[in-house]
């Protein structure tokens, strides 16, 4: 079982602190026109987003939480995206194209936060992963941002803050999201992975941070053996067992390659960092801190262009264990 798409997610755990601040900020009318929620990709951010416009454009129900019941009207409607008073922009996706928030679409949020709203009540808009925008994108997000109309409300998902102008960052409401504890984590991927043993479910959630979504990401892309074969890649393995690392990494799509080399880094950095912390694990012993940083930066640009090239999966897998030995 894979989660929702966030517009159609009823489920959100972890961040009833965040709920109840954006809830206490409404009944208050001290409502800010543009919310930024940040934190790691998976975490929460859109189903966040998404949770609060139901919420205000049901008429922001009394209580500290924003839940709507999935059969509530307006909910069907924007898990429908059908609902009139709401817009949501997300990166494209098309093949060939740059993956961005094209600048086209940011040009229309003034003109539709701009209009009355449909129901009487605001005027809602999602933007999900700001980050891609260029800078033309960004400036003309800026414009709308300047000068505010009144009951329009933007949400911002965004996993990567540093990228947004400061002129942006200035004029929104940060809302940081936390990883989620172990349990919470446990209780959420027992709903979605009920079939997975304790212990596998368990070393999911080690590996994930605290982010529900990063779990499952791995999980589809078999995360746990990658995880075993990228830990022992670390280890310097002689070129027999590399070419069969290679041949089992390789065997299906792209997607447990991508996660190998995900965890081959998120691996090398978490043990580096142990090192210089004087609890350094025997592989880290081979080299200098900084020769690892460099291998880590190469091993990045490698999983980047193997990707983007479609380079030949096994070959590109035996390339990164020769760099390891």
Known sequence: MTAPEPRENPLLLGHEGAEALMAGAAHAGRLHHAWLMTGAPGIGKATLAYRFARWLLAGAPAGESLHLPAEHPVFRRVAAAAHADLLTLAPNTGEGKRVMIRVEDVRGLKGFM???????????????????????????????????????????????????????????????????????????????????????????????????????????????????????????????????????????????????????????????RAAGQGACPPWAARRSPGEWAELWSRLGAHAAAADRLALERKQAVMQALDWLR
Request: aromatic residues 2%; glycine residues 10%; proline residues 9%.
């Open 114 to 272: 701009s209009l009355t709203p449909a129901e009487g009540g605001w005027r809602v808009v999602v933007l999900d992963q700001p980050e891609t925008m260029d800078a033309a994108g960004q400036n003309a997000l800026l414009k709308t941002l300047e000068e505010p109309p009144p009951r329009a409300m933007l949400l911002l998902a965004c996993a990567a803050p540093g990228r947004l102008l400061p002129t942006i960052m200035s004029r929104v409401r940060r809302l940081e999201l936390s990883p989620l504890a172990p349990a919470t984590m446990d209780s959420l991927l027992g709903g979605f992975l009920p079939d997975m043993p304790a212990e596998e479910r368990a070393e999911l959630i080690g590996l994930a941070g605290g982010s529900p979504g990063r779990a499952l990401q791995l999980a589809a892309g078999e995360g746990l053996e990658m995880a075993r074969l990228a830990r022992e890649a670390l280890e310097g393995v002689p070129p027999r067992r590399a070419a069969e690392i290679a041949e089992r990494v390789a065997a299906r799509d792209v997607g447990p390659m991508n996660t190998f080399f995900t965890l081959l880094r998120a691996l090398l950095a978490g043990g580096t």
